[in-house]
T-cell receptor, first 114, second 108 residues
C-alpha cells in the first residue's frame, strides 16, 4: 500500500509549457505539502494545505498554483515553465498542520525543462 | 536564510564503523527531526527529538540535542552498506526547515 504517491515520476517538457503533478495520500492525514529539491539536494517548502486550506505559501513564483480538491489530494500546476524550474518536486503529508509532526514523503517527480 | 547546516557534507566509512553527523540550526524549534533519503527516492522520517529532550535512541540511531548551542547530532552505530544515503536534519517550527544534508557512503 503506497502511503504518498505522485504522478508522474518523470516529466520532461519544453520551456513555456504548462504541466501538472498529482499527489495522493491514503494515510488519512489533514495536511499536505509541496517541496522543491534542487540539484544540490537543497529541500525547500513551497506550499502547505490543511484540510484543503492553504496555510503556507512561501516565496514561489505565481506560475506555481497548488490545488487541493479534497484533503487526500494536492496537485501542483505550473504555468509557462522555465529552465530554472528543473528540479525534483516532493509531495508530503502529516497528521496535523501544527508544528512538528513527522512528514511522510512521496517518491518525487523529476521535472526537466529543456 | 533560516536554513541549518549539516557537517560534514560527505562522510565515507567502512561497514561496522560508527557514523556521526552534526546539524546546526538557526531558529527556535518545537522539535528537531532527522530524515534519510536514498538515491532517487523520497525522504523517510528516522527520529524526532523534542526541544525539552537531550538524547533519544531508536535502534542503531542515537540523536542528541543541545538547544543552547542550537545543534544536534545523529549517530549511526555499526553502519551497514544499506545505510548509504543522504541524511537531513529538519527544524520544526511553523514549518519544517531542512538542512543541506550529509551524504553517507558505507562500503563493505
Amino acid at each position: 500500500d503506497t502511503a504518498v504517491s505522485q504522478t508522474p515520476k518523470y516529466l520532461v517538457t519544453q520551456m513555456g509549457n504548462d504541466k501538472s503533478i498529482k499527489c495522493e495520500q491514503n494515510l488519512g492525514h489533514d495536511t499536505m505539502y509541496w517541496y522543491k529539491q534542487d540539484s544540490k539536494k537543497f529541500l525547500k517548502i513551497m506550499f502547505s494545505y490543511n484540510n484543503k486550506e492553504l496555510i503556507i505559501n512561501e516565496t514561489v513564483p505565481n506560475r506555481f498554483s497548488p490545488k487541493s480538491p479534497d484533503k487526500a489530494h494536492l496537485n501542483l500546476h505550473i504555468n509557462s515553465l522555465e529552465l530554472g524550474d528543473s528540479a525534483v518536486y516532493f509531495c508530503a503529508s502529516s497528521l496535523s498542520g501544527r508544528a512538528g509532526y513527522e512528514q511522510y514523503f512521496g517518491p518525487g517527480t523529476r521535472l526537466t525543462v529543456t | 536564510s533560516q536554513q541549518g547546516e549539516e557537517d560534514p557534507q560527505a562522510l565515507s566509512i567502512q561497514e561496522g564503523e560508527n557514523a556521526t553527523m552534526n546539524c546546526s540550526y538557526k531558529t527556535s524549534i518545537n522539535n528537531l527531526q532527522w530524515y534519510r533519503q536514498n538515491s532517487g527516492r523520497g525522504l523517510v522520517h528516522l527520529i524526532l527529538i523534542r526541544s525539552n529532550e537531550r538524547e533519544k535512541h531508536s535502534g542503531r540511531l542515537r540523536v542528541t540535542l543541545d538547544t543552547s548551542k542550537k545543534s544536534s547530532s545523529l549517530l549511526i552505530t555499526a553502519s551497514r552498506a544499506a545505510d548509504t544515503a543522504s541524511y537531513f536534519c529538519a527544524q520544526a517550527g511553523t514549518a519544517l526547515i531542512f538542512g543541506k544534508g550529509t551524504t553517507l557512503s558505507v562500503s563493505s
